[in-house]
């Protein structure tokens, strides 16, 4: 184990050093301000847009904010002078030609690389069997897909995941007041866990504990965003279309509500593991996904491969299938750009997107890419349900 | 399991170390680097018989391509827009044409040609024109005059003529060279690499 952690750990310290999507300097930039006495960055970004030199919004809710403002600050002796400019840098080939990036990206990176071991951990704590553990283990660790959303594209929603990984451990201890507390303090760095509450009004025993596990959550999160209620940040955060994108899809909200009127009317015992699962596979059959939101559901998928072997095989094909599709979108930095420490030369390439134009429509590929992953999702939704009953 | 582990490692360490080099071999043409700033509402109209000249010194050779930023609100210029290429004494080298349709307003647009093997530290002349366009179907080009405070451009980029008057500055270029070999890239993209790495402080 020893060794395969060790192993694990060179394999994303290569990717965090080398590939580069700029999400982490813009979030990393906002964060920095942190560090320089700013309390509430949304109104702070927005009133000074005009003297700054990135003047994008902070999408992200305000434990992100703290979390990584609040790392930079322990971190910045490992950083070094040079790094507050270089974060400020708004110039598309010095940021990547600067000498420095590396040091900058696997220091920025590696609090998700804490988290995401600590993620392989968490993921044997549900299983007794040794042989069980060790294959949570080394799904986890193993998998392409996570060390390329996390350490690739930089994605902070690790935060909020390792917060639900904790609420479902607490599920599985019954302790279902715990789980819903997490989850309310997972949403204070990402809204999408708080579409669980539903499923957590179900799965109470009474209506008391209905209601408190279906508030619980809502008053966590309102004690996180309550200091920065504004303006600016219901426009950056709460209805950007980061956090908004689940609905934009009518069929995924048809579907999520199908999903809970089945619970409600016919399900009499809540198995919240499945619902978990199905909830996400449903919004990524549906809706038009960011890549980074396929981190929400891997661990769950991890611990579904160890109970049930047999789906190991096609959850591997759907991750592959689930990559294929934002890689179509016409956006460098899904694919080609991605590679742009090693050479901005690599700007003069075409997406594979422009390269399947040439032959094919590239739109046309990624629907039947979306329906084939949606057909197999529902497929597994249903055996998933069926097998349990 | 085993051959999960065997696949995830071989696949990261394939896309951190041989993807980039793969990748190369698709570069048909490299810039001379970032295309210059400019100011968005300092514009020079093209059509008719009033064109654009700029002048320029090639540091690399192989020269393949120009590359400017061009104005066409509302595909208004559907006509032919031309670069024609001059050395010093004025000789043409190399013409090039595209069509307004295909330019969209403020689009980075590349005049391709063939290669000029020689093209190293030599001055060449190129106007760009729109004969065929009228008044209602002109096209607009970002200049900078180095005379102007606070305006500069690259010295290589040295002077550019509009209605007879010859201004130091000119347009917001990008110089594009054919690659001499596929292993060359590779090489000069591993070695700048390798000492980006090295000068890490």
Known sequence: MKKLLVLAIILRLLVAGFLFHPDIKTIDFQASFLKKGVFNIYTYLVENKKSLTLKDDFVYFPLTYFSLGGYQWVASPFLGKGFDSWLADAGSSTVVENPNIFRYLIVLKLPYLVLDILIAFLLMQFFEIKEDKRKAFVFWLFNPFTIIIIYAFSNIDIFSVVLTILSFLMIKKEKLFSASLLLGLASGFKLYPLLFIPFLFLAGRNLKEKIILSITPLITFGIIILPFISKAFFQSALVSGLTTGIFTSDFATLALSLLFFYAALFDKKINLLNYWISMFLIIFSFALFHIQWLLWVAPFLVILSVKKPEYSWLLFLFGIIAFAIPALFQDRYMTISLFRIYSVWFDMLPTPFTFIQKVYDPVNIQTVFHSILAAGSLVMTYKIFKEDE | ?201
């Open chain 2, 1 to 201: 399991m085993n051959k999960l582990i065997w696949f995830t490692t071989s696949a990261i360490l394939f896309l951190v170390f041989l993807f980039p080099a793969v990748l190369a071999f698709g570069i048909k043409l490299i810039p001379n680097g970032d295309q210059p700033g400019y100011i968005s509402d300092q514009r020079l109209g093209v059509y008719g018989i009033r064109d654009i000249s700029q002048k320029f010194t090639s540091e690399k050779a192989n020269l393949s391509a120009i590359g400017t930023s061009v104005r066409n609100p509302n595909l208004q210029n559907k006509k032919d827009i031309t670069l024609t290429l001059f050395d010093e004494k004025m000789n043409i080298v190399r013409t090039t044409t595209i069509n307004g349709r295909n330019v969209e307003d403020g689009n980075f647009i590349k005049f391709v040609f063939d290669p000029i093997p020689d093209s190293k530290n030599k001055t060449y002349i190129f106007t760009l024109a729109s004969p065929d366009a009228g008044p209602g179907e002109t096209i607009e080009i970002f200049y900078i005059e180095n005379d102007r405070p606070g305006q500069t451009m690259p010295s290589w980029i040295v002077e550019y003529t509009y209605d007879k008057k010859v201004h130091n500055g000119g347009l917001p270029i990008t110089l594009y060279f054919k690659p001499v070999s596929k292993m060359d890239v590779i090489k000069e993209i591993y070695g700048d690499l390798f000492l980006r790495l090295l000068s890490n402080r």
